[in-house]
């Protein structure tokens, strides 16, 4: 199963626009995919899931092993403050002990208002990723100034939509 985790809590977000999109494009390419938007995430599953707590909270262990049946994983991750969401990261550090995605097939995706299209994020989220013993993909798709390349709600910028087929082509591979 490909999980696309749409990494941000910010509801209604872009993030999960782009979200969707990839799951369309994965489609046209014959595979199926399901979207864990973090803005389904509990509350207060920072205090009420983690750490001592951990499957204490019964909204974030469904979420979490929703996420933990995956073989290869899309992280959809927009550019905060030069880095990646910390609800991303916060979410990263509820996974059950041992780590169900050791050895797992992760993409990565980032979008931002801004010109490096969250090349930040991207880095430091592929630290954390292969601290986790997470595969990360090689190619990473980064999209800078999103806002400008979206209309009607769909990427319309032709550049962005070949690295995205080419990305799902060599994750289908991977």
Request: net charge negative.
């Amino acid at each position: 199963m490909i999980t696309i985790i749409s990494g941000t809590n910010r509801s209604g977000s872009l993030t999960l626009r782009i979200s969707q999109l990839y799951q369309e494009l994965l489609a046209t390419h014959g595979a199926s995919a399901q979207i864990l938007d973090l803005s389904h995430l509990p509350h207060d599953f920072a205090f009420s899931a983690l750490y001592d707590k951990g499957g204490q909270n019964p909204a974030f262990t469904a979420f979490h092993q929703q996420a933990a049946d995956s073989d290869k994983l899309v992280f959809i991750i927009p550019e905060y403050n030069g880095s990646f969401p910390g609800v991303l990261k916060t979410f990263l550090d509820g996974m059950p002990y041992p780590n169900p995605w050791k050895d797992c097939k992760a993409a990565l995706v980032g979008i931002s208002s801004g010109p490096q299209g969250a090349a930040p994020a991207l880095s430091h989220f592929t630290d954390v990723l292969h601290y986790l013993g997470i595969h990360v993909l090689a190619h990473r798709v980064k999209m800078p100034f999103i806002e400008k390349s979206m209309a009607d709600n769909y990427i319309q910028n032709e550049n962005y939509l070949r690295q995205l087929n080419k990305q799902i082509e060599s994750l289908l591979a991977f």
